[in-house]
């Protein structure tokens, strides 16, 4: 008989037998169909698992219950009479007997065990592992009767997109400072590849979608969906722009300054920092890590405005070197930045709770109680300057808005009211 538990059976045996509705030796015999039943449905049930080496565990199960059941079906009658002897209780001489085929099925394999192992790994083979990064390892097909089987499947795959992402801005920084044309190229090609993952994971999650889900897993299938798309973009940014500012800088033979090199390898490893920190809240729903994640965007914005400040202050000391790769290092910068924003784009998948509403407020006095603190710099006093200056006279309409100070109204044209505005926080 063919059940999931052998245990379930047992104890409906147990039942039977002592009520001495079946023999002692018909008890016995159910007892080695149930042994034998709970083996074949794994085989079975495996079945659709595209690689064979899924299935040495169930078939080596199967031979082994098989082995058993051959090796005491002649006995029966014999083994009945013994039974009988040892504890005349019909209800627990099914279960007396359930342990004791059990116990001697496993010392009689223990032995012969390693060889047995071989045997099955010659005849299933695992599936060579592509050396194409950009295929699959974990989309099992086979998963996709049980919904909550292949979602994890599905964010296996993406741990695994995640870690080329990771790779990908790890090397990044190498390429940018080594000047390093096959680091670029194989960046460049492990985008392919990301991309290449990309598309398969958001396939492989929307036909999950097509059955009917449970509300939990529906929103951990947009979560996969949400985060894929994230990455890909993280992704695209380090192609599209890192590497093509490193291609510049090789071409025009360009160098940082120490100083600027410096300030981009630390930001550029806190933004590498928290990607795998996002990575690890996407995978374990650590609300913690997503709130950290979250403090950590309101600091990488104020590290950013500090490197910026730094460098600019650089080329008013006429720096060649910060002259010659202004522009570079500031669009570094604002990349880097960019893809920081792609791990809290809407609400980081896995996080639990509202856990937005408790971390930002904190996060942002923490800033405003920094800014308090820090000497005001060259633009800080400029932005002080203006906003202090003696009350303008009115000024006739060029496209401006209307600004209030404390002591009156007036009309700025663009040029001051961009300031006034970056005076006010903006920009």
Same mark, same amino acid.
């Given at each position: 008989? &063919?059940?999931?538990?052998?245990?379930?059976?047992?104890?409906?045996?147990?039942?039977?037998?002592?009520?001495?509705?079946?023999?002692?030796?018909?008890?016995?015999?159910?007892?080695?169909?149930?042994?034998?039943?709970?083996?074949?449905?794994?085989?079975?049930?495996?079945?659709?698992?595209?690689?064979?080496?899924?299935?040495?565990?169930?078939?080596?199960?199967?031979?082994? %219950?098989?082995?058993?059941?051959?090796?005491?079906?002649?006995?029966?009658?014999?083994?009945? *009479?013994?039974?009988?002897?040892?504890?005349?209780?019909?209800?627990?001489?099914?279960?007396?007997?359930?342990?004791?085929?059990?116990?001697?099925?496993?010392?009689?394999?223990?032995?012969?065990?390693?060889?047995?192992?071989?045997?099955?790994?010659?005849?299933?083979?695992?599936?060579?592992?592509?050396?194409?990064?950009?295929?699959?390892?974990?989309?099992?097909?086979?998963?996709?009767?049980?919904?909550?089987?292949?979602?994890?499947?599905?964010? %296996?795959?993406?741990?695994?997109?995640?870690?080329?992402?990771?790779?990908?801005?790890?090397?990044?920084?190498?390429?940018?400072?080594?000047?390093?044309?096959?680091?670029?190229?194989?960046?460049?090609?492990?985008?392919?590849?990301?991309?290449?993952?990309?598309?398969?994971?958001?396939?492989?999650?929307?036909?999950?979608? %097509?059955?009917?889900?449970?509300?939990?897993?529906?929103?951990?299938?947009?979560?996969?969906?949400?985060?894929?798309?994230?990455?890909?973009?993280?992704?695209?940014?380090?192609?599209?722009?890192?590497?093509?500012?490193?291609?510049?800088?090789?071409?025009?033979?360009?160098?940082?300054?120490?100083?600027?090199?410096? *300030?981009?390898?630390?930001?550029?490893?806190?933004?590498?920092?928290?990607?795998?920190?996002?990575?690890?809240?996407?995978?374990?729903?650590?609300?913690?890590?997503?709130?950290?994640?979250?403090?950590?965007?309101?600091?990488?914005?104020?590290?950013?405005?500090?490197?910026?400040?730094?460098?600019?202050?650089?080329?008013? *000391?006429?720096?060649?070197?910060?002259?010659?790769?202004?522009?570079?290092?500031?669009?570094?910068? %604002?990349?880097?930045?960019?893809?920081?924003?792609?791990?809290?784009?809407?609400?980081?998948?896995?996080?639990?709770?509202?856990?937005?509403?408790?971390?930002?407020? &904190?996060?942002?006095?923490?800033?405003?109680?920094?800014?308090?603190?820090?000497?005001?710099?060259?633009?800080?006093?400029?932005?002080?300057?203006?906003?202090?200056?003696?009350?303008?006279?009115?000024?006739?309409?060029?496209?401006?808005?209307?600004?209030?100070?404390?002591?009156?109204?007036?009309?700025?044209?663009?040029?001051?009211?961009?300031?006034?505005?970056?005076?006010?926080?903006?920009?």
């Amino acid at each position: 008989m &063919a059940a999931h538990s052998s245990i379930a059976v047992v104890l409906l045996v147990m039942s039977l037998s002592y009520s001495h509705f079946v023999t002692p030796v018909a008890m016995l015999a159910l007892i080695v169909g149930a042994n034998l039943g709970s083996a074949i449905n794994p085989v079975f049930e495996g079945g659709g698992m595209a690689d064979p080496a899924s299935r040495r565990l169930p078939i080596g199960n199967l031979i082994n %219950r098989l082995f058993g059941c051959c090796l005491v079906l002649p006995f029966l009658p014999q083994l009945a *009479e013994l039974i009988t002897r040892l504890d005349p209780n019909p209800a627990r001489q099914a279960a007396d007997f359930h342990t004791l085929f059990n116990v001697v099925l496993a010392l009689l394999f223990i032995g012969p065990l390693g060889p047995f192992a071989r045997l099955l790994e010659r005849f299933m083979p695992a599936h060579a592992k592509s050396a194409n990064p950009g295929t699959p390892l974990y989309l099992d097909q086979g998963a996709m009767q049980t919904p909550s089987v292949a979602l994890t499947c599905a964010a %296996r795959e993406l741990l695994h997109m995640g870690d080329i992402v990771e790779s990908m801005l790890r090397q990044s920084m190498t390429a940018l400072l080594t000047d390093d044309r096959k680091l670029v190229a194989q960046i460049e090609r492990m985008d392919n590849a990301v991309d290449k993952l990309h598309e398969a994971i958001k396939l492989y999650v929307t036909q999950i979608t %097509r059955e009917s889900l449970d509300e939990q897993d529906g929103r951990r299938a947009m979560e996969i969906i949400a985060f894929d798309i994230n990455l890909e973009h993280v992704g695209d940014i380090i192609d599209k722009n890192l590497m093509e500012l490193a291609s510049k800088k090789i071409k025009n033979k360009l160098k940082f300054s120490s100083e600027g090199a410096a *300030e981009l390898v630390a930001f550029h490893r806190r933004v590498a920092d928290n990607l795998k920190l996002a990575l690890g809240a996407f995978i374990s729903g650590d609300a913690k890590i997503a709130r950290q994640l979250l403090e950590e965007k309101v600091a990488i914005r104020e590290a950013e405005r500090e490197a910026s400040e730094k460098h600019i202050a650089r080329l008013r *000391e006429g720096r060649l070197e910060s002259i010659e790769t202004s522009s570079l290092h500031l669009d570094i910068l %604002r990349d880097l930045k960019r893809i920081h924003s792609q791990h809290l784009l809407g609400r980081l998948p896995g996080a639990r709770g509202d856990w937005r509403t408790a971390a930002e407020p &904190a996060a942002r006095a923490r800033s405003r109680s920094r800014d308090r603190r820090r000497p005001a710099g060259p633009g800080a006093r400029r932005r002080a300057a203006l906003t202090s200056a003696t009350p303008l006279p009115n000024l006739p309409p060029q496209g401006g808005r209307e600004s209030h100070c404390a002591t009156c109204t007036i009309s700025l044209p663009p040029p001051l009211r961009a300031l006034a505005g970056e005076g006010r926080g903006g920009g």
